[in-house]
């Protein structure tokens, strides 16, 4: 029983001991100090010309490099030359130095440690031709600035200031990030005007390329810009093509993986044999061969092009456009799309038989609009009816255009435009609730056998004389 009681006491006395040794740690350890909060003012600090700079020494967690003054205005990092040196970098880094102003100032702080300033993240020293020098400290993120930035201090001056982030940021980067990172950067005002040809090929696709179709829009017709000409001869679809060459003439890395790749480099990041490889003729002699790899763990993929041995990271944003591309994804969902005004006859052979519509309208009144079959005037609205169904069926994938048999329907779209002709498309049951629907013999698509069940059956109404659109 004693041996009991003086377990226990024991036990107890230990956490007293415990419990007092806790509160003296929250009494006598002292707060980490804060930064004070700064004095708002302008401080002019550097005034200097940043063309008459001569170089830039930087030094922080990523290594060592410098930066020097290669001709007027042009700024570069010696062992880069021959890789796209990012000029607007540069320009940044030695303009934002030479003419320091802060909006900030802590005055003589005694203690730097708050300020990030006691080990500093990066150092920065600026030489210029009139023989001034400066150096820079720079510390941690400022918690008071109105604008985002970074304490800074520079040699020979006992104050704290705060550099805007976008200068102190480029002091503590790798050396890499004065890399480009933009591997196209085209404008243009109409797609068609600089692209002149993109071929596709790759691991994993079936090689095709997209050309501008040069088809004039008349304000009427819903003619796309863009086709597939090889091995197809399809049009696709204007904002699909927006949206893949947008990316192309537009893109940018989100960062450098390798920099002067090795070709034994290039199987680790699936770049030699290519999921994807594009091959953009543009303006009057560009050319530019980009070439997609795997995916990393991470989410980006691995690209290369073959201007410079750079091995780029790229975001799904930017890579799954070209990742995902065939012909079925850029092809336009509806083959033709002639606008009713712009046909002179619709041609139909159906069950053994051929039926000819002759449409009338006027241009200068958009309401007149005379159908005849047979030398006999139809309701108007019926066929319009059938018209419309006839066109905005959707198509879903890319087929040969390899006929067997007798198609199930064939449409002739006569246009009024002597020099446009006709479009001919024929529709083929292929089995599996599938048709084969061909295009002038040399573009081939699939579609459901219900969008096809949808045309004749709007089509026997026609030819019964059976009303489609009820009267109003």
Excluded: W
């Amino acid at each position: 029983m004693k041996r009991q009681i003086k377990a226990l006491l024991i036990s107890f006395a230990a956490i007293v001991l415990l419990v007092g040794a806790f509160f003296a740690v929250k009494i006598f350890v002292k707060p980490a100090e804060k930064p004070e909060e700064p004095i708002i003012g302008s401080y002019q600090l550097i005034n200097e010309n940043y063309k008459t700079a001569q170089k830039i020494e930087i030094s922080n967690n990523n290594g060592e490099f410098t930066i020097n003054r290669l001709e007027d205005s042009v700024f570069g990092i010696a062992e880069f030359e021959g890789y796209p040196q990012d000029k607007a970098n540069y320009t940044l880094l030695f303009s934002g130095i030479s003419k320091f102003t802060s909006t900030d100032k802590i005055v003589s702080p005694e203690n730097l440690e708050p300020y990030g300033l006691k080990n500093p993240e990066g150092k920065a020293k600026i030489y210029y031709d009139n023989e001034n020098s400066y150096t820079i400290y720079v510390g941690g993120q400022s918690l008071y600035s109105e604008t985002e930035g970074r304490y800074v201090r520079i040699e020979g001056d006992e104050n704290v200031y705060v550099l805007d982030s976008s200068t102190a940021d480029l002091i503590l980067a790798k050396k890499t990030d004065f890399i480009s990172l933009a591997i196209t950067n085209e404008s243009f005002e109409n797609l068609t005007d600089i692209l002149n040809k993109a071929e596709f090929s790759g691991s994993k696709i079936t090689p095709f390329s997209i050309v501008p179709a040069q088809v004039t829009y008349d304000g009427e017709n819903y003619n796309d810009s863009f086709k597939i000409d090889m091995p197809y001869d399809i049009f696709i679809d204007d904002d699909k093509a927006g949206t893949v060459f947008s990316t192309l003439f537009n893109l940018f890395a989100s960062g450098i993986e390798v920099l002067g790749y090795n070709d034994s480099d290039l199987a680790k990041y699936g770049l030699d044999n290519p999921a994807t490889i594009c091959k953009l003729s543009y303006g009057e002699e560009s050319e530019i061969i980009i070439s997609l790899g795997n995916k990393s763990e991470e989410g980006y993929y691995y690209m290369i092009t073959d201007q410079y041995r750079v091995i780029y990271r790229i975001s799904e944003h930017y890579a799954e456009t070209l990742a995902d591309i065939s012909p079925a994804s850029v092809m336009s969902t509806s083959p033709v799309l002639p606008s009713i005004s712009l046909v002179d006859n619709m041609i139909i052979d159906y069950g053994g038989e051929r039926y000819d519509y002759k449409i009338t309208s006027d241009p200068s009144d958009k309401t007149y609009l005379k159908i005849e079959k047979d030398g006999e005037e139809i309701r108007k609205e019926d066929f319009q009816k059938f018209y419309s169904t006839a066109l905005l069926y959707k198509v879903t994938d890319i087929a040969d255009t390899s006929k067997e048999g007798e198609p199930t329907l064939r449409i002739e779209y006569v246009y009024s435009d002597d020099a446009k002709g006709s479009d001919i498309v024929e529709f083929y049951n292929i089995g599996e609730r599938k048709y084969k629907v061909v295009k002038n013999s040399v573009a081939g698509y699939i579609t459901k056998s219900t969008s096809v069940k949808d045309i004749t059956d709007l089509l026997e109404k026609l030819i019964s004389g059976e009303r489609i659109v009820a009267d109003e």
